[in-house]
T-cell receptor, first 115, second 110 residues
Framework: EPEVTQTPSHQVTQMGQEVILRCVPISNHLYFYWYRQILGQKVEFLVSFYNNEISEKSEIFDDQFSVERPDGSNFTLKIRSTKLEDSAMYFC?????????????FGPGTRLTVL | SQQGEEDPQALSIQEGENATMNCSYKTSINNLQWYRQNSGRGLVHLILIRSNEREKHSGRLRVTLDTSKKSSSLLITASRAADTASYFCATDADDYKLSFGAGTTVTVRA
């Protein structure tokens, strides 16, 4: 069964460094998302992406964050200058149809640790 | 806020018993989804129920949705140790995101 994959599974970085988290959504899906989960807290929406554009973003998704679909298969989340509070599990998700109509399928997550 | 809120926060049951958890939300939705998360791992989709559906089954899972009360329940029947996990409801309101609740942590004792 097709699944969303994410790399790396764990990323450790120093405060102020840039990180790029990578995702390969399910191949025929059109809608892509990033969520994060700070340890012990609820899953929070960051951004959704469709047709090479951001569809919606949360207030968490400030100028330090960006997303890109550099080719036909990858979807990336970049954090320009990481802060301690960016430490979290980051989940990529994809769905074949428009939001409100279908399931979002989540990847296994990337655990980001900012020191 | 659209967010679902689950209760109870934690549930401990004996293997073979049923586990029921509830989710409440605040505004109109298109669908409501339940996910499972094993400790420190990814989110596994369990079931999606649309706003025009009242009940849905998948294996040992039964989900109900009451849009008049803005609530949903997830029942796991004949629980197993492998069902030990956190369970989240997530509401989808056609606004390009899922809004998650805080989750119910279920522990199934052997």
């Amino acid at each position: 069964e097709p699944e969303v994959t994410q790399t790396p599974s764990h990323q450790v970085t120093q405060m102020g460094q840039e990180v790029i988290l990578r995702c390969v959504p399910i191949s025929n899906h059109l809608y892509f998302y990033w969520y994060r989960q700070i340890l012990g807290q609820k899953v929070e929406f960051l951004v959704s992406f469709y047709n090479n554009e951001i569809s919606e973003k949360s207030e968490i998704f400030d100028d330090q964050f960006s997303v890109e679909r550099p080719d036909g298969s990858n979807f990336t989340l970049k954090i320009r200058s990481t802060k301690l509070e960016d430490s979290a599990m980051y989940f990529c998700a994809s769905s074949p149809l428009a939001p409100g109509t279908d399931t979002q399928y989540f990847g296994p997550g990337t655990r980001l640790t900012v020191l | 806020s659209q967010q679902g809120e689950e209760d109870p926060q934690a549930l401990s049951i004996q293997e073979g018993e049923n586990a029921t958890m509830n989710c409440s939300y605040k505004t109109s939705i298109n669908n409501l989804q339940w996910y499972r998360q094993n400790s420190g791992r990814g989110l596994v989709h369990l079931i999606l129920i649309r706003s025009n559906e009242r009940e849905k089954h998948s294996g040992r899972l039964r989900v109900t949705l009451d849009t008049s009360k803005k609530s949903s329940s997830l029942l796991i029947t004949a629980s197993r140790a492998a069902d030990t996990a956190s369970y989240f409801c997530a509401t989808d309101a056609d606004d390009y995101k899922l809004s998650f609740g805080a989750g119910t942590t279920v522990t199934v004792r052997a």
